[in-house]
């Protein structure tokens, strides 16, 4: 429970998280009134077909999402070139992508140019991880 | 005469060598990132704010500048060789852009928009030049009650009277509401909705939250519903020269845009939008060529990208006076300020005088630049167009990472940059607009801190909103905004 003691004001670090709480729960009860009562207004259609689009693709989705967990897991022990590496990888095969020599090139090349973009140039920390000693060998 | 001079030390700063190496560099990405299909000025200026954490704050803040010129007019040469507006401000480009483009007349079309831009950007900034000093004279008689009354106004007009839907933009203002209220309480210390972990309480970041919102989500979305389909681009034209006829019908459409799209900008009206499309519209009733509007009338491209260069010049007027963005590009450009403590606002042009003026100064730079730059190199840019989508989201992904990772160096920072992409997901697939939330996170914090300051001052009396004439005029005009297309339209009905 956050304190409620407000000072000369009257109202304490609790009031407006109450405002908005409060004004969350009208909009929800707004948004399900309109879905109860011919669905919301002015929205797109729910066939994505008629929006112009193909049906959910799951397996894109998760791809995506997929390389951007590998990311997260990777970036703290691989380092930032490798984390990118995969993550540019997953995308790319979310979209559909097959080839996955020229992703892995692309992504590795992207990554490393910007790893030494930032480090070098703009002097701003990223992990090198797993890479740290052949970065090293390379006078980087 | 005191702006004059104020200006005038600006140039002092702006054309230094090394700011206007980052007015330049600012210009080129900021283009290069605009170019990018599915990348609009806002994603743009939160991807690249990493870029500038080393930089000295008014070479950051000149870079900025730069980018989102940029960054406007490369999401301009998109929608109309691609007809994918990036943003709702280009809708009204794409509908004649992308027709000329079909009609074999690109390269008029990117030249009449540049030029366009360029003009009606330099007005609007002399615009800004004159109007900004006025209203800053006026923001240092404003209390806390009147600035929590503006900002409140701000909040209503960005979410509840623009767009499809009045909740759906309400919702997505007070999500921002409630995440802007992560973190320290910054009046009395209290940590809320932190949960325990510690970098929520820095609070959640314009940068993680609209990279999150535009990056990911839309990634996601893409991937998901459309990266199956195919799509044609335009093929550029060989010349981008103007023939006399276009110039003669651009001129006045790019003069009139201006003048629709500035004002526009500086109320809080969320940006540039609603003036795209009244120039188009009102090129549309004053042209001698009705006939061609829905065919390629380059009326129809000068007038509303003319129009949208103005609104975004007249964005930065609330922005840098008041301290209130009105968009959400506007939202993360004062992220950027705060990042180095700086709080836009009237007290900033009396205590940052060089760094607001060189800004400003910088803006007039921009322009020119943006134009030589821009003409010569469109070919370049329609290079970057065709950038095949899984490299190019790929590519996207990688910076969108970066720019949350390089926060705290940390991985808690790329989980919430992943819920943040499941929400925008969400958001884009329900049509709910994602830059009320933006724009409530940032100024959301700000309202809270001058409704707690007012209400100390008046020793917890809440009536003091309504008993202060400006107050209570802005709050009039709020409510005004809300009842009276509701009164309308149940008049029209009966």
Known sequence: MLPSEGGYAGIGPNFVPGVVAAGLLLLGGWLTYEAFSGGWRNAPADDPRERGEHPFHASSFGWISAGLFAHMVLIGTGGFVLAGTALFGCVARGFGSTRIVRDAVFGLVLSLAVFLFFVKLLNVGLPAGWLAPLLGVAGI | ?494
Request: charged share 10%; proline share 5%.
């Open chain 2, 1 to 494: 005469m005191e702006a004059f001079d104020a200006l005038l030390a600006g140039f002092g700063v702006a054309l230094k060598p090394i700011n206007l190496l980052w007015g330049f560099i600012g210009v080129t990405l900021g283009t290069f990132v605009g170019v990018l299909p599915g990348v609009g000025p806002a994603l743009t200026v939160a991807m690249l704010l990493p870029l500038t954490a080393k930089l000295d704050p008014t070479g950051a803040l000149i870079m900025f500048a730069g980018i989102y010129y940029g960054a406007m007019f490369g999401g301009s040469t998109t929608t109309i060789l691609l007809n994918t507006p990036g943003e709702s401000a280009s809708i009204a480009t794409a509908l004649e852009g992308n027709k000329m483009a079909k009609a074999g007349r690109a390269g008029p079309a990117l030249a009449t928009s540049a030029i366009g831009s360029f003009v009606a950007g330099t007005i609007a900034t002399v615009l800004l030049t004159l109007l900004a000093p006025l209203v800053v004279d006026l923001a240092l008689k404003f209390g806390p009650a009147e600035y929590f009354s503006l900002m409140v106004f701000a909040f209503i007009t960005v979410s509840a009277v623009l767009g499809s839907s009045t909740v759906r933009g309400l919702t997505s203002l007070f999500l921002g509401l409630f995440l802007g209220l992560i973190g320290i309480d910054s009046q009395t210390g209290q940590a809320r909705f932190a949960f325990g972990v510690p970098e929520l309480l820095d609070g959640v970041d314009v940068v993680v939250l609209a990279v999150g919102l535009f990056a990911v989500g839309e990634a996601l979305y893409v991937a998901a519903y459309q990266s199956r389909l195919t799509e044609t681009m335009e093929k550029m034209s060989s010349s981008i020269m103007m023939t006399a006829e276009d110039w003669k019908r651009s001129w006045p459409a790019w003069l009139r845009a201006t003048a629709i799209g500035f004002p526009f900008g500086t109320i809080p009206a969320g940006g540039s939008e609603i003036p795209t499309f009244i120039s188009y519209a009102t090129e549309k009733k004053l042209s001698k060529h009705p006939e061609e509007f829905g065919k390629g009338a380059i009326e129809g491209v000068a007038g509303p990208e003319a129009a949208n260069n103005a609104a975004a010049t007249g964005v930065l007027v609330p922005l840098l006076t008041l301290g209130i963005p009105t968009s959400a590009t506007a939202a993360i450009l004062l992220g950027a300020f705060q990042n180095y403590g700086l709080q836009p606002g009237p007290l900033l042009f009396q205590s940052q005088s060089e760094l607001v003026w060189g800004l400003i100064a910088s803006l007039y730079i921009g322009n020119i630049i943006l134009l030589i730059l821009n003409l010569p190199l469109i070919g370049i840019w329609v290079k970057v167009l065709t950038i095949p989508k899984d490299l190019l989201y790929a590519g996207i992904l990688v910076f969108a990472t970066l720019g949350a990772y390089s926060l705290h160096q940390s991985w808690v920072d790329l989980l919430t940059l992943y819920v943040f992409g499941l929400l925008g997901f969400a958001m884009r697939r329900w049509d709910i607009p994602v830059g009320p939330a933006v724009i409530g996170l940032i100024l959301g914090p700000l309202a809270e801190t001058q409704f707690r300051r007012a209400l100390s001052i008046s020793q917890g009396d809440a009536t003091v909103f309504l008993t202060q004439p400006i107050s209570a005029t802005f709050l009039a005009i709020t409510v005004a905004l809300i009842v009276l297309p509701w009164i309308v339209r149940r008049v029209r009905r009966t």
